[in-house]
């Protein structure tokens, strides 16, 4: 189910250890960026105070794909309250009472009106059907992340994130309440990198996202600014 009328944000991957380059980064593309992401690289590196000095002012989407015990990710969940994050990842094949560990942290933690976006990660989309045949997944990438979809929203999610490629089922699964969040997004003409399953901007919005993730296209690029603002001028075409 294809949906020309949605209107998908652009939310930029801050893929450094550099706290100076992530600021930067966040000054380029502030006016035309909806979300910033901040992941593991830069909370390894940086720690969680960077994290709160690099979001200052911008609606942060804080990448942990947090995957433990229910207690520990409920606890997790918790610890990162005063970031106040926009969008909080967790792996989905941690399992339901994993994920509504989560739901319950997230609503007891954060004030009313200000609890973060929590979304269910599915299927990397740095693995294909062959990778995931390694880990025991035989049907592939299009019904694993059909399985974890359903089972998130179920689980009190709010969203997921998944490859453009499986944007298609999941609305006609799912319909248009869940947030989706697609990563592997590649303008036409940029290297793929380590991503397997990718589509454009444009095909990502046709296909039904919310919002797509951008990041070397736009923090490799000469002119960070404008990588960004051609992204957001083709998704708004």
């Known amino acids: 189910m294809s949906n020309t009328n949605r209107r998908t944000g652009l939310i930029v991957s801050l893929d450094t250890q550099d706290p100076a380059q992530a600021r930067q980064w966040v000054r380029d593309v502030a006016p035309v960026s909806g979300i910033i992401k901040l992941g593991l690289e830069f909370t390894y590196a940086a720690g969680f105070q960077a994290v709160a000095d690099v979001a200052a002012g911008s609606p942060l989407f804080l990448d942990l794909k947090l995957h433990d015990i229910p207690n520990t990710v409920g606890a997790a969940v918790r610890s990162l309250s005063h970031l106040r994050p926009r969008m ?24 009313e009106g200000q609890r973060p976006l929590l979304l269910g990660v599915t299927v990397l989309t740095s693995l294909d059907d062959q990778g995931l045949a390694e880990t025991g997944i035989m049907d592939g990438a299009r019904a694993q992340v059909r399985r974890l979809a359903k089972l998130a929203v179920q689980s009190g999610m709010d969203g997921l994130v998944c490859s453009a490629h499986e944007l298609d089922v999941l609305r006609n699964d799912l319909g248009s309440d869940p947030v989706i969040v697609t990563p592997g997004i590649r303008p036409a003409g940029a290297a793929k990198g380590d991503q397997k399953r990718v589509m454009t901007p444009a095909q990502a919005r046709d296909a ?6 951008v990041g070397r296209p736009i923090t490799q690029a000469a002119d960070a600014a404008a990588a960004a603002a051609a992204i957001m001028a083709e998704l708004e075409s």
């Open 88 to 111: 909080l990842t967790l792996h989905a094949s941690g399992g339901r009472v994993m994920m509504e560990a989560a739901r319950a942290a997230c609503d007891e933690a954060f004030p």
């Open 208 to 213: 039904g996202a919310d919002w797509i993730v």
